[in-house]
């Protein structure tokens, strides 16, 4: 890895950290999209909602258990900005889905 500080890859979060912040972050956002999308299942009905909370509890799960099985910093830091991001994206598209499904 080059020094180079400006470097998207060499910022603490994904170098030096320990983990406990994306979890604490993830946490966050995993549960304001929980929410989120149990106030949406009022209005679709479908289940669609639901599917997504799911797959958003799921993704946590993952996050949890990288932080306590991936033995090499590196690649745990890789995987819980990973999913951290593929909860942010899981919310998104399933409120996009049930925002569609209620204009039609």
């Not at 966050?28 to 009022?42: F, T, W």
């Not at 509890?57 to 993952?62: D, H, N, T």
């Amino acid at each position: 890895m080059s020094d180079d500080p400006t470097k998207m890859g060499n910022q603490p979060s994904l170098t030096t950290s320990t983990g406990t912040i994306w979890l604490v972050v993830g946490g966050i956002m995993a549960a304001i999209s929980v929410v989120l999308l149990l106030a949406l299942q009022q209005v679709d009905s479908s289940g669609v909602a639901l599917l997504g909370v799911v797959l958003i509890v799921l993704s946590y799960l993952v996050m949890v258990e990288a932080r306590l099985l991936i033995r090499n910093l590196h690649r745990r830091l890789i995987v819980l900005a990973t999913f951290f991001g593929i909860i942010a994206v899981l919310a998104l598209v399933f409120v996009v889905l049930i925002s569609i499904s209620a204009v039609d």
